[in-house]
């Protein structure tokens, strides 16, 4: 067990420009409280190794460095990062984003500690569009929230409102391999992640705006849930997602068939514009009905899934009302 009660959690692939910012976030915390930052490189081919090693240099009580000698895939880094936690308490930064507060890791523990039947702290984060396409928002707001500052594990099943480089866990998985919770196949593994925790007790949320979630063509979760590419790249994985939370949550959670009804189209559709009978082959046995129920004009009629949760509410409000005609 370590003796650190925070550790940070950080996965990095190619993000040379970006992971000295993120490193900056961590040791500028300011705690009453041992915490340290393991950062594990999944064997990126740019520097950022280098610099990884450069922080580990300047501040061995803190970054504890992971290189990988070949490349695992995200997924398997997340899992394996994952793996190295012990701590208490456990937060979570990729090595695109940073945080902006001194405080925030005092902050949510003192929150934790205090509201002993919670076991996720969160809190807003900025959402800056590396090429400026879009202005910068905060997300999520309070009115997304309803107003709450207390949530619960059907709140969170609804839809993920947490971004991960706010969260710190109450860690629930010490010694445990967390690979036998999410699979290799899914997508996101973050909202997973916050899901497993939130099965244990409460969701605190922090109105304070602490930290950067970063939009950028070479992000994971780029064009989510708007662009052709990403639908033939990560709509299966995240069909799958929504499977296995059945799966492993069983009555708690109940699948949510109009989003899954509207995201199986947009792969088909996508598929179909993109060439990628790869994808069609794939996806046809999951979901035989799509293919003999849908044609190609009715599907294209179906608009892209939209990653807001407002957005997406409303999508599926409008296609009920039209079959409803």
């Not at 947490?162 to 290799?184: E, H, K």
Request: charged share 20%; net charge negative.
């Amino acid at each position: 067990m370590t003796l650190h009660k925070v550790q940070i959690i950080c996965i990095c692939y190619n993000q040379a420009q970006f992971i000295a910012q993120a490193l900056e976030s961590f040791v500028m915390q300011k705690t009453n409280f041992p915490f340290e930052a393991i950062i594990v490189d999944d064997c990126s081919t740019d520097n950022s190794s280098d610099i990884i090693s450069e922080y580990q240099k300047k501040y061995p009580h803190i970054i504890k460095p992971v290189f990988h000698d070949e490349n695992n895939g995200a997924m398997r880094n997340f899992i394996y990062a994952l793996n190295c936690a012990q701590a208490e308490f456990v937060a979570f930064c990729e090595g695109d984003d940073y945080w902006t507060d001194p405080y925030k890791l005092q902050k949510q523990v003192d929150a934790l500690e205090a509201n002993p039947s919670c076991t996720v702290c969160f809190h807003s984060v900025a959402v800056h569009w590396e090429d400026e396409s879009k202005e910068d928002n905060l997300f999520p707001s309070p009115e997304f929230l309803g107003g709450k500052t207390q949530l619960s594990f059907n709140d969170l099943a609804k839809g993920n409102f947490i971004q991960t480089n706010s969260v710190l866990y109450r860690w629930a998985f010490s010694g445990q391999d967390i690979g036998q919770f999410i699979p290799l196949d899914i997508l996101p593994g973050d909202w997973l992640l916050h899901l497993l925790h939130a099965q244990y007790g409460d969701i605190l949320y922090l109105e304070d705006t602490m930290a950067v979630y970063r939009k950028w063509h070479g992000g994971l979760w780029a064009g989510a849930g708007e662009t052709e590419e990403w639908f033939c790249r990560c709509g299966i994985p995240h069909l799958k997602f929504f499977h296995h939370l059945k799966r492993l949550f069983m009555e708690r959670y109940v699948l949510q068939v109009d989003v899954i009804s509207v995201l199986v189209s947009n792969i088909k559709l996508a598929a179909m514009r993109q060439g990628r009978s790869d994808v069609l082959q794939e996806l046809e046995p999951f979901y035989p009905m799509y293919f003999q129920s849908r044609t190609l004009h009715e599907t294209s009629m179906l608009p892209p899934l939209p990653v807001d949760r407002k957005l997406r509410l409303a999508v599926l409000k409008k296609l009920a009302q039209e079959r409803a005609k």
